[in-house]
């Protein structure tokens, strides 16, 4: 049987594969019926790649069933979540994830218990005072960066999913799951088309030490320079963040064609720290984000930036950790999740 593509959906409803995209990977801007039409009409075509099912008597969000689904546990068991940022805010890209990933694991018969490690945690290499591993069925980290307590935790004998981690610039890895949104692609398109418009003085801000999304994105941006054979100037390259932005870029004797920032929030820090030494965005500088926060649509100027489709990251989450747990003997997998670049006014384009 011919296998389904996202084209075919499209031209059977007689809309664009843009449209189709978007509802699969739950993207903003469809409406709600608009979307259901089109996850009904993948389902009809048996779709394999994501297959949903409208949950009609529920929340009305759709949700994926695997082509091959798993067998729910037989018992209910507890999942985890280390992280060393318990508040996270509403606008940080795993929250509307984590939303998802509890509501299917719900489904699944599990809990998701969140555990903040603290500095003294990290320290010592000690658990969270309320986990009792005894309790717990597998653990899921979230902005947990340090590399010995990672170690640590992948040494429990629990199956373990880091989302983000520790960076790999040594060149080692964790033995354990992992879990990425695609750092590369989208900065590499922005480097490029910057650099078709003849912007070639493009630095980048932020510590690409601090996880390895980061690193990516820098190494992203490095590498698109240097494979286009533009060399990277080193004083636009900035590895700090927040206040401490405002003296690297008093003492900068110009300012480049284009900042990339690590993420949105340096983006909008990197735009204050502008407008006090008088600069302004785009005219001054363009400026580039990574996340999709949504005060990066309603700012001024919007905030081009990378956006995460958080709801396909809890569902690959989901069966990262329900195979892990089935099969414990797996070889580990590093799996990265499509993110898509959004261009608005902070680029001019």
């Given at each position: 049987?011919?296998?389904?593509?996202?084209?075919?959906?499209?031209?059977?409803?007689?809309?664009?594969?843009?449209?189709?995209s978007k509802a699969i990977n739950n993207s903003d801007?469809?409406?709600?019926?608009?979307?259901?039409?089109?996850?009904?009409?993948?389902?009809?075509?048996?779709?394999?790649?994501?297959?949903?099912?409208?949950?009609?008597?529920?929340?009305?969000?759709?949700?994926?069933?695997?082509?091959?689904?798993?067998?729910?546990?037989?018992?209910?068991?507890?999942?985890?979540?280390?992280?060393?940022?318990?508040?996270?805010?509403?606008?940080?890209?795993?929250?509307?994830?984590?939303?998802?990933?509890?509501?299917?694991?719900?489904?699944?018969?599990y809990t998701l218990n969140m555990y903040k490690v603290?500095?003294?945690?990290?320290?010592?290499?000690?658990?969270?005072?309320?986990?009792?591993?005894?309790?717990?069925?597998?653990?899921?980290?979230?902005?947990?960066?340090?590399?010995?307590?990672?170690?640590?935790?992948?040494?429990?004998?629990?199956?373990?999913?880091?989302?983000?981690?520790?960076?790999?610039?040594?060149?080692?890895?964790?033995?354990?799951?992992?879990?990425?949104?695609?750092?590369?692609?989208?900065?590499?398109?922005?480097?490029?088309?910057?650099?078709?418009?003849?912007?070639?003085?493009?630095?980048?801000?932020?510590?690409?030490?601090?996880?390895?999304?980061?690193?990516?994105?820098?190494?992203?941006?490095?590498?698109?320079?240097?494979?286009?054979?533009?060399?990277?100037?080193?004083?636009?390259?900035?590895?700090?963040?927040?206040?401490?932005?405002?003296?690297?870029?008093?003492?900068?004797?110009?300012?480049?064609?284009?900042?990339?920032?690590?993420?949105?929030?340096?983006?909008?820090?990197?735009?204050?720290?502008?407008?006090?030494?008088?600069?302004?965005?785009?005219?001054?500088?363009?400026?580039?984000?990574?996340?999709?926060?949504?005060?990066?649509?309603?700012?001024?100027?919007?905030?081009?930036?990378?956006?995460?489709?958080?709801?396909?990251?809890?569902?690959?989450?989901?069966?990262?950790?329900?195979?892990?747990?089935?099969?414990?003997?797996?070889?580990?997998?590093?799996?990265?999740?499509?993110?898509?670049?959004?261009?608005?006014?902070?680029?001019?384009?």
């Open positions: 049987m011919k296998k389904v593509t996202i084209q075919d959906i499209a031209d059977a409803l007689g809309i664009s594969r843009n449209t189709v801007g469809l409406a709600d019926a608009t979307r259901e039409k089109i996850l009904q009409k993948a389902v009809e075509m048996g779709y394999k790649q994501f297959s949903y099912v409208a949950s009609l008597s529920g929340s009305g969000i759709p949700r994926p069933v695997s082509a091959d689904p798993l067998e729910p546990p037989a018992a209910s068991g507890e999942i985890a979540l280390f992280t060393t940022n318990l508040s996270m805010q509403s606008n940080h890209f795993a929250v509307p994830m984590l939303d998802r990933f509890k509501q299917e694991l719900a489904l699944l018969g603290d500095s003294e945690n990290l320290e010592r290499h000690t658990l969270p005072a309320a986990f009792d591993i005894d309790q717990a069925s597998a653990i899921m980290c979230i902005e947990v960066f340090d590399w010995a307590y990672s170690e640590m935790v992948c040494g429990l004998g629990l199956p373990v999913l880091f989302v983000d981690g520790p960076n790999k610039r040594s060149g080692d890895s964790l033995p354990a799951d992992q879990l990425y949104m695609d750092s590369t692609t989208g900065i590499t398109k922005l480097v490029n088309e910057m650099l078709r418009r003849g912007k070639r003085r493009i630095g980048f801000i932020g510590d690409y030490e601090h996880c390895q999304s980061f690193f990516e994105r820098y190494t992203a941006f490095r590498s698109a320079m240097t494979l286009a054979g533009v060399p990277v100037d080193e004083r636009f390259c900035l590895k700090v963040t927040g206040p401490d932005l405002d003296a690297p870029l008093a003492v900068l004797p110009e300012l480049p064609d284009l900042f990339l920032c690590a993420n949105d929030f340096i983006a909008m820090d990197t735009m204050q720290s502008l407008r006090k030494l008088g600069k302004s965005v785009p005219g001054d500088v363009l400026l580039c984000g990574f996340d999709d926060a949504p005060e990066s649509r309603i700012m001024t100027p919007a905030l081009t930036t990378v956006h995460i489709h958080t709801q396909i990251m809890a569902f690959t989450a989901i069966h990262l950790l329900q195979t892990r747990m089935k099969e414990p003997s797996l070889d580990y997998r590093t799996v990265y999740t499509a993110t898509e670049l959004i261009c608005r006014d902070s680029t001019k384009c």
